[in-house]
């Protein structure tokens, strides 16, 4: 267990899904002050026009936010997803990221000019997929190292991977210095509190405390990440398309016109025929799934089991 009187800040890495609420929850938990936690979000399209993600992700985790009142800080690349994806020629987007004095902008001004033009590969080598790495890890390792007010103080960074999840994952440590830690000047480790947690304890915790998970769940994915994850397999696929079929054309669109597909042997649309989409979807959960403001509840008394719970999951390795 990690001393958690030696820190003067928590961060939580939110996406929004079931292991970062545990994780929030499990701070809780454990005895740490509110007043000094943090939760940190990457918004994987950036402002604007959602293409992967889930249109109510971001309300549903700053409604989660305030009900727990705990302040959230988005970050996120200009342009987001899509931008970087049709990169040619040029450099990576900057980066924003929020804190309590305001929005910053950073980066995008120097580096190597290059192309993508096709979507990132299957794969657990960061270099080749790129979403992880620029819309995700070097947004977050931006916004700390731009931040003076973790100068100087010892910041423990929390995140809610489980070796359950991957063989990737089964080899992270649970305790290790941060990549944003800087010796004698700027302390942060990182922490993985459930990493060897099973998915029944998540879903226990998060019944204990009565909360109410991203829509996604109800709909019937058993992983909250992107909607049209490239790990998705082909029910997630089907189900994504049922529920967003714009956004799948564009996605399709794109497959074509890059002349590669997400897949490495198969297209979306071959791939989205050879699933089922999830019997749980109704038009009343796309509704709230794809609404950019989420006003249910955070807190329930009947708490109930989603869909999505113990499923097949094809997420981030
Ligand atoms: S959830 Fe999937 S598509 Fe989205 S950033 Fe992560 S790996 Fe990429």
């Keep these: 267990m ?24 499990h701070l809780l938990d454990v005895g740490v002050d509110k007043s000094k936690i943090e939760l940190w979000h990457h918004i994987v399209d950036g402002k604007g026009e959602t293409l992967m993600d889930w249109e109510i992700t971001e309300d549903y985790c700053r409604q989660f936010a305030k009900a727990f009142q705990i302040p959230i800080y988005f970050s996120w690349k200009v342009g987001g997803f899509a931008r970087e994806m049709l990169r040619k020629n040029s450099l990576t987007a900057p980066t924003v990221f929020e804190t309590p004095t305001g929005k910053y902008q950073v980066g995008g001004k120097r580096g190597k000019k290059s192309t993508r033009l096709k ?55 649970a305790f290790e210095p941060d990549r944003a830690n800087l010796k004698n000047k700027r302390i942060v480790d990182r922490w993985r509190p459930i990493l060897e947690w099973k998915e029944s304890k998540v879903w226990i915790t998060i019944k204990r405390h009565k909360v109410v998970v991203h829509p996604c769940y ?7 990440s992107c909607k049209f994850c490239i790990f998705g397999n082909a029910d997630q696929f089907a189900s994504a398309n049922k529920i967003s079929p714009d956004k799948s054309k564009k996605l399709q669109l794109y ?27 109704t038009q009343e959960l796309i509704q709230v799934a794809t609404s950019k403001t989420y006003s249910g509840k955070i807190f329930i008394e009947n708490w109930v089991m989603p869909a999505g719970a113990f499923g097949k999951s094809c997420g981030p390795t």
């Design 2 to 25: 990690v001393n958690i009187q030696n820190y003067d800040k928590f961060i939580v890495a939110f996406s929004g899904g079931k292991d970062s609420i545990a994780c929030v929850l």
């Design 218 to 224: 109800y709909l019937g994915f058993s992983r909250c």
């Design 119 to 173: 979507f990132p590969q299957v794969s657990a080598d960061l270099s080749v997929r790129w979403c992880s790495a620029y819309l995700k890890i070097d947004v977050f390792s931006l916004a700390i190292r731009n931040q003076k007010r973790f100068t100087g103080v010892k910041t423990l960074v929390i995140s809610g991977e489980r070796g359950q999840e991957s063989a990737a994952r089964a080899r992270y440590k």
């Design 255 to 281: 497959e074509r016109r890059f002349k590669v597909t997400m897949k490495r042997n198969i297209s979306l649309s071959e791939l989205i025929a050879n699933g089922s989409p999830y019997k749980s979807i």
